[in-house]
């Protein structure tokens, strides 16, 4: 296997440092890429959906598999573009295709694939521009808190939990009148609120068959308490204690198995990951989303809990030969927690450079990149500091440990990741 992985952040790390035990680094590339994914195999400085130039250096280089990071090159359409090229066909895109995509990229595809499955989910209505009163009277017939969600890709962040109607309405508004989220807010999405705690399944499947991975909850609020803006995620935790092996039967009884078989029912060419978002509400879990690859910070505890071979399972989906079970883990707590740039998510700024610091192996790069100055910033989300323990209080030490020895201007990272969890 020669394989290009596409995108820059710390999941794209944490998969090239995942195959690089099993494939070495030198049948690895990754488009863009950051300065941690070069420790495990080759950068090449292409965007993931410039396809054109993603065609001519995978023709270069014999790349034969190509494993989209980001959500991005999906719902653009890579796996359509290089199948319908003779020249790059043959090269096995692990991912689905732009129209079996839009289980992430579009959150009224999502909604209406639940409802037809009658898979458990929020009650919900979308609106377009042209439909804006009937979304204020929809707003209206509901309980707060009121949640819109922009129905595009707006990079974790098009989510909207308003507890006041005129708070609402007017956000309403500045999503579809004011394109408050650019084209993604083209249409948007009402739904009821649900009450619960959140969390993550995850499942590789080539279309008919599937593997499931380690579950995970993840933190996306920039401030301690789960306050604050949305972000892409401040940290995650897997195992995730009250997930219990009757939450674990209802998940695949209710929502994993009739997912998997409802994209080959409704004849969506879908293979790749499946990342349930997950609500437990009064000890019943609800699909909040589905994104279409593999979460982030998520993967950043699940792939280091992953005991057996990710090559593997990849060019079994490939081959058919993919056997649908429980991926096997190793025992142990895994916790990340993410180092962020000073406004994120916000304005902030970018070149700081990174002191006091020494690569561990599980602190995964995310917006960090090379110059003269050495390691400097390059994005909002830093560094993920991802480590082992035999509890999530001794994993969560270590990781905290890891992030004390690392330092930039205006450095910031939540210091109470995994604290809700400790109840149970």
């Given at each position: ?95 689905p295709d732009k129209f079996a995509g839009q289980l992430e990229s579009s959150k009224a595809f999502a909604k209406e694939f639940m409802q037809e499955l009658s898979i458990p989910t929020a009650a919900y209505k979308s609106f377009t521009i042209n439909e804006l009163e009937e979304g204020y009277s ?57 009450d619960g705690i959140e969390f993550s399944v995850f499942a590789l499947t080539d279309g008919d068959n599937y593997v499931i991975f380690p579950e995970a909850k993840d933190y996306k609020r920039i401030g301690e308490g789960d306050t604050g803006l949305n972000t892409g995620g401040m940290g995650a ?188």
């Open positions: 296997m020669r394989i290009l992985i596409l995108g820059s952040g710390a999941r794209e790390h944490a998969i090239a440092w995942k195959l690089k035990s099993e494939i070495g680094s030198e049948n690895i590339y990754i488009s863009p890429g950051n300065a941690g994914t070069q420790m495990c195999g080759t950068n090449a400085n292409i965007g993931v959906s410039d396809f054109e130039s993603l065609k001519s250096y995978c023709i270069e280089n014999n790349i034969d598999t190509i494993f989209p990071g980001s959500e991005e090159a999906i719902a653009n359409g890579v796996r359509d573009y290089f199948e319908a090229n003779d020249d790059t066909k043959h090269i096995y895109v692990f991912s929809f707003l209206e017939s509901l309980k707060p808190p009121f949640v819109l969600k922009a129905d595009g890709l707006a990079a974790g962040k098009g989510v909207l939990i308003l507890d006041d109607l005129n708070h609402a309405k007017k956000s309403l508004n500045e999503m579809l009148a004011n394109q408050k989220f650019g084209s993604a807010s083209d249409k948007v999405v009402i739904e009821e609120y649900l935790i897997s195992p995730v204690p009250f997930y219990t092996s009757d939450v674990h039967d209802k998940t695949m009884n209710q929502i994993v198995i009739p997912t998997i078989k409802g994209l080959k029912l409704q004849n969506l060419n879908f293979r790749g990951f499946v990342f349930f978002g997950l609500i437990l509400v009064d000890g019943n879990p609800m699909v909040i989303e589905y994104n279409a690859r593999l979460g982030d910070p998520e993967t950043e505890v699940i792939i280091p809990r992953l005991d057996e071979s990710l090559s593997q399972m990849i060019m079994d989906a490939k081959r058919g030969k993919l056997t649908s079970k429980i991926a096997k883990t190793v025992t142990k707590y895994a916790a990340t927690v993410f180092a962020v740039s000073g406004g994120y998510p916000e304005h902030y700024e970018k070149g700081k450079k990174i002191d006091n610091f020494s690569d561990s192996d599980t602190l995964f790069h995310a917006g960090t990149k090379r110059d003269n100055n050495g390691l400097v910033t390059n994005g909002g989300r830093v560094l993920a500091a991802t480590s082992y323990g035999d509890s999530m209080d001794e994993a969560l030490k270590s990781s905290y440990d890891t992030l004390t020895k690392v330092n930039f201007n205006r450095m910031f990272y939540r210091k109470d990741i995994g604290h809700d969890l400790k109840k149970y």
